[in-house]
């Protein structure tokens, strides 16, 4: 894994297409307290991304503000995609956009997320599940608003996520590893390019682990991953490490 300074990314090749995310001078604050400042990084499709630091550093709500959930106090950032017939750029070089590009900074107005939540999906402690429908209704009640992928049926996932005897019963009954389970099956499972993964080995145990770690080897090579953690078991597979406290 490689550990990336403050503005690295912005020298790194793109590669030959797919979806950028590209934050520069991005800041958040609450108050006047800043939780990250002057960031300047470029995060590409088909690469894995840990966001590290610890405890109360500001990861998650770096990984929130990448989801558009949050909008930043300063600076931008850029939702791009390049055709993957075009030449390799670099990042410092125009891209060339396709269907759409969605801009969110300082007095620009507002983020279009209709059009950001179609290429995302997250896990995060702070995400809650529908605890009255069964595993089955709620990847179903899912899939009707963020596509699963198409070869793959409700039934497989359930199997393979270890939840096929509890198919049927409902949520609240699961203990608070399987909750975590479905949670990676809605997200992992959704058929989008960006994967954006906050302590997601939550509650889990060594068998839930090994899945998690499964499910990115089977599933997620050709997406664009950001994992924040300060666990490293959850970040191992991750080829590029970006501190926080770097941004401080």
């Not at 020298?11 to 939780?35: A, E, M, V």
């Not at 931008?76 to 590009?101: C, F, G, H, M, W």
């Not at 090579?221 to 590029?240: M, P, Q």
Request: aromatic share 8%; proline share 4%; charged share 20%.
């Amino acid at each position: 894994m490689q550990s990336l300074l403050p503005n690295q990314h912005l020298n790194s090749p793109l590669g030959d297409g797919g979806i950028y995310i590209q934050l520069t001078d991005t800041g958040k604050r609450f108050n006047r307290d800043w939780i990250f400042r002057h960031m300047n990084c470029l995060f590409a499709q088909g690469k894995s991304y840990a966001i590290t630091g610890p405890n109360g550093s500001g990861k998650s709500t770096l990984l929130q503000t990448i989801a558009g959930a949050i909008a930043p106090s300063e600076g931008t950032i850029e939702y791009r995609v390049r055709d993957r017939q075009s030449k390799p750029a670099t990042a410092n070089e125009q891209l060339q956009t396709a269907n759409s590009r969605l801009t969110n900074s300082v007095g620009q107005g507002k983020l279009q997320t209709e059009n950001l939540f179609n290429h995302i999906a997250i896990v995060a402690p702070y995400l809650e599940v529908i605890e009255e429908m069964t595993a089955t209704e709620f990847l179903y009640f899912h899939a009707s608003f963020k596509p699963l992928l198409s070869t793959i049926t409700i039934n497989e996932i359930l199997e393979i996520v270890g939840l096929k005897t509890a198919a049927r019963k409902q949520i609240r009954f699961y203990s608070s590893g399987m909750k975590q389970r479905i949670k990676l099956a809605q997200a992992i499972f959704s058929d989008v390019p960006i994967l954006l993964l906050d302590e997601p080995c939550t509650n889990l145990d060594t068998s839930g682990y090994d899945l998690y770690h499964q499910l990115i080897n089977d599933y997620c090579k050709k997406r664009l991953v950001i994992v924040s953690s300060n666990d490293v078991n959850e970040y191992s597979f991750c080829e590029e490490k970006v501190s926080i406290l770097n941004y401080k």
